[in-house]
């Protein structure tokens, strides 16, 4: 059975035809050869480009954490006095960062998740502070583009999120804090794209936390995961 596919052997009628018109003359067969010079030498283009590209593909687009910052929450900052890796903040603690593109490629990056992974959790740990009762209640209306995240039993047990004044409450349970309805997709643009994140962790229950933020993102190659900050905060009984 012929599997010759049509426009084949139309390509191949035009060459005979070529043939048939220059076989005769010298100009003819020179220009043929040229022809086929041509092609073979297209070929052997696009052969080294797709090695070139396979050896040094395109850059692709990474993700930029900048200005992470690690705070404790407004109404204690009082009981701490410096701010650093062994700090443990109380009863919860502020983190602030900004996400950038890298400039590398035009591609955008999208943002998969931000993950809170709780790494210890002491139930009923003692705290190297105390507070007084008017401390312990009370934490205020949050302020907007902030996420508010609530601990419990070592685990997160809501969130919640308000862009702005007149939008609705973006509200979840999960350890993605995206993971939140109504949804809020990020994505990281090339141009000067910055996207400022605030996350407010606050302790339900008496016990000591250590917590790890990072974010889960795509670009070009698949999925990556960038680092935030590690955090440790503490509630007394």
């Known amino acids: 059975m012929d599997e010759t596919k049509p426009q084949d052997a139309a390509a191949g009628t035009r060459?005979?035809?070529?043939?048939?018109?220059?076989?005769?003359?010298?100009?003819?067969?020179?220009?043929?050869?040229?022809i086929a010079v041509a092609a073979f030498v297209t070929?052997?283009?696009?052969?080294?480009?797709?090695?070139?590209?396979w050896i040094r593909p395109e850059p692709a687009a990474e993700l930029k954490i900048q200005s992470?910052?690690?705070?404790?929450?407004?109404?204690?900052?009082?009981?701490?006095t410096a701010s650093g890796p062994g700090t443990i903040y109380p009863v919860g603690a502020l983190v602030s960062?900004?996400?950038?593109?890298?400039?590398?490629?035009?591609?955008?990056v999208q943002i998969n998740?931000?993950?809170?992974?709780?790494?210890?959790?002491?139930?009923?740990?003692?705290?190297?502070?105390?507070?007084?009762a008017d401390q312990i209640h009370g934490a205020g209306e949050a302020p907007l583009r902030q996420f508010d995240v609530l601990m419990s039993h070592?685990?997160?047990?809501?969130?919640?999120?308000?862009?702005?004044?007149?939008?609705?409450?973006?509200r979840g349970h999960s350890s993605n804090l995206l993971d939140i309805d109504p949804p809020l997709p990020l994505i990281i643009k090339?141009?000067?794209?910055?996207?400022?994140?605030?996350?407010?962790?606050?302790?339900?229950?008496?016990g000591r936390y250590g917590i790890d933020l990072s974010v889960?993102?795509?670009?070009?190659?698949?999925?990556?995961?960038?680092?935030?900050?590690?955090?440790?905060?503490?509630?007394?009984?």
């Open 15 to 34: 060459w005979e035809r070529l043939q048939r018109l220059f076989q005769n003359s010298r100009l003819g067969i020179a220009i043929l050869a040229l």
């Open 154 to 170: 070592g685990r997160v047990e809501a969130v919640q999120l308000k862009q702005d004044r007149d939008g609705p409450m973006r």
């Open 97 to 108: 960062f900004a996400m950038t593109h890298d400039g590398g490629g035009g591609e955008v």
């Open 113 to 132: 998740s931000l993950d809170v992974a709780v790494t210890s959790y002491e139930a009923g740990a003692a705290c190297p502070f105390t507070l007084t």
């Open 216 to 237: 889960q993102y795509t670009n070009s190659r698949g999925s990556k995961t960038a680092p935030v900050a590690s955090v440790a905060f503490c509630k007394p009984q």
């Open 190 to 206: 090339a141009t000067d794209d910055i996207e400022e994140i605030k996350i407010a962790f606050y302790a339900d229950d008496p």
């Open 68 to 80: 992470n910052t690690v705070r404790p929450l407004e109404k204690y900052r009082d009981l701490v």
């Open 43 to 53: 070929q052997v283009g696009d052969f080294v480009q797709r090695v070139h590209d």
